[in-house]
Nanobody, 125 residues
Framework: QVMLVESGSVQAGDSLRLSCAAS????????MGWFRRREGKEREFVAG????????SYADSVMGRFTVSRDIAKNEAYLEMNSVKPEDTAVYFC????????????????????WGRGTQVTVSS
């Protein structure tokens, strides 16, 4: 079992950094993903990264603004959010998969085996 806990911090200017701390059977993690659910909308993919590789993927809506990364030694994943907009307001979830997802599979929520409870991000205009 893998437990995931999200947290966030405000960086300088209009930047935020979300963290996802993993614990438990972290050796089972091969892909990490970030999803969000905006009010009144379905959950959507934001970004994903291989746990032990360099492959990453982003939703078009965040490409060039958000950066996903991970620190295996700390068992943490991160989502750097720059140039945030009010439409980025959502509950953000991190998720872990027990398989290496292909680029075309990062956005498939059903491919992920473990989920955090989410953290609220509110961007005011």
């Amino acid at each position: 079992q893998v437990m995931l806990v999200e947290s966030g911090s405000v960086q300088a200017g209009d930047s935020l950094r979300l963290s996802c701390a993993a614990s438990g059977a972290t050796l089972n993690i091969y892909t990490m993903g970030w999803f969000r659910r905006r009010e009144g909308k379905e959950r959507e993919f934001v970004a994903g990264i291989w746990w032990r590789g360099e492959m990453s993927s982003y939703a078009d809506s965040v490409m060039g603004r958000f950066t996903v990364s991970r620190d295996i030694a700390k068992n943490e994943a991160y989502l750097e959010m720059n140039s945030v907009k009010p439409e980025d307001t959502a509950v953000y979830f991190c998720a872990a998969a027990r398989s290496i997802l292909s680029r075309g599979s990062f956005d498939r929520a059903y491919e992920y085996d473990y989920w955090g409870r989410g953290t609220q991000v509110t961007v005011s205009s």
